[in-house]
């Protein structure tokens, strides 16, 4: 049975967000404020230990249960010739995570992130978002629910991410529908198109876009109806990262626009996310502006499988290290300014 029964469900459950700690927040300013170095003098990696508290709330942040969750799915929409690889590569890729030869396999230990990738009926694409609905209610509600169970409840951190041939196009028509503009605004080279590859993306985002008129004034229909399995758990995934008090690092451009129809729902469900880069990909600068995300990495990256979000983890435990390891004046005996 579906953790969300129905589309209400969900908009329920954005109406009833958990709010961070304001005191945890505060009490990593106040301790910001003695440690010895100049005020702000680690710029972003000060803010990033009080956005860790707030969401964690505790005063003094930890990542000691660090979590990367990657979800795969297959879209009806490559029929239409948006990608250079075939949608079998997608449980090609899922085997090669299992193996250990990806990159997000390299880059989670690096990071000390717990991976897990968990396939959504990878044999069962999604429809031709140009011909139908990507997927029914129902689908989509089992895609979200099994996103929202995905997450370990107590986790300190967790890293979101996809695999999916075809899922930038995807990303496009569900940004597009969300914030105005067609193909051409929002569908960049995804995995390397040519350019009659692009022109044939852009249109295709246009058709459905046409096609799925009528659904635009509904962020949650939106998703169904471009979207894929994968998106709608990130989606799910997000949503119960904030009921479990739990920071989520975005990856890039796929996985941002799975998450980005809960801010149509309510404008500060994201606030317990930071968006881990900027990618590559054509519409992911547009999307962070429209979301309000100042992405932490500017790295050119545009792999997907939660790689830059994970690759931020080492920065957060930096922060966390400094801020709770570092010698307030008074205890390393240096004198503070006047």
């Not at 990071?111 to 029914?136: C, H, K, Y």
């Not at 600068?285 to 979000?309: I, K, W, Y």
Request: with cysteine.
């Amino acid at each position: 049975m579906s953790r969300f029964v129905d589309l209400d469900a969900i908009r329920n459950a954005c109406a009833n967000l958990p709010a961070g700690s304001d005191s945890a927040a505060t009490a990593v300013r106040n301790r910001q404020a003695i440690l010895t170095k100049p005020p702000g003098s680690l710029g972003r990696l000060e803010e990033l230990a009080a956005w860790l508290a707030r969401w964690q709330s505790r005063p003094l942040p930890r990542l000691d249960r660090v979590e990367t969750l990657v979800f795969a799915g297959n879209h009806g929409v490559t029929q239409q010739g948006v990608s250079p690889y075939p949608a079998t590569v997608t449980a090609q890729m899922v085997g090669n995570f299992s193996s250990g030869g990806a990159a997000i396999n390299q880059i989670a230990r690096v990071a000390g992130a717990v991976l897990r990738v968990i396939p959504m009926e990878l044999e069962n694409p999604t429809q031709d978002f140009t011909q139908d609905l990507a997927m029914s209610e129902a689908e989509f509600l089992h895609a979200v629910s099994i996103g929202h169970e995905a997450v370990t409840p107590g986790g300190d951190l967790l890293c979101l991410g996809e695999m999916g041939i075809g899922n930038t196009t995807a990303a496009a028509a569900i940004a597009a529908a969300l914030f105005g503009g067609g193909g051409s605004r929002w569908a960049g080279r995804g995995t390397g198109i040519d350019d009659a590859g692009l022109a044939r993306k852009r249109s295709v985002v246009d058709m459905g876009l046409d096609r799925h008129a009528d659904l635009l004034d509904d962020p949650l229909l939106i998703a169904l109806a471009f979207g894929g399995r994968e998106l709608a758990a990130i989606l799910g995934a997000t949503l119960a990262a904030r009921q479990h008090g739990i920071p989520v690092l975005l990856d890039g451009f796929v996985c941002t626009a799975a998450a980005a129809p809960l801010v149509r729902l309510r404008p500060d469900a994201l606030d317990h996310t930071m968006l881990a880069h900027l990618s590559a990909e054509a519409g992911h600068h547009a999307l962070a502006e429209a979301l309000r995300l100042r992405p932490l990495l500017d790295f050119g990256m545009r792999l997907g499988e939660a790689s830059a979000a994970t690759l931020v983890v080492p920065l957060l435990r930096a922060a966390v290290a400094c801020h709770n390891g570092m010698a307030t004046f008074a205890e390393a005996a240096v004198d503070d300014r006047d």
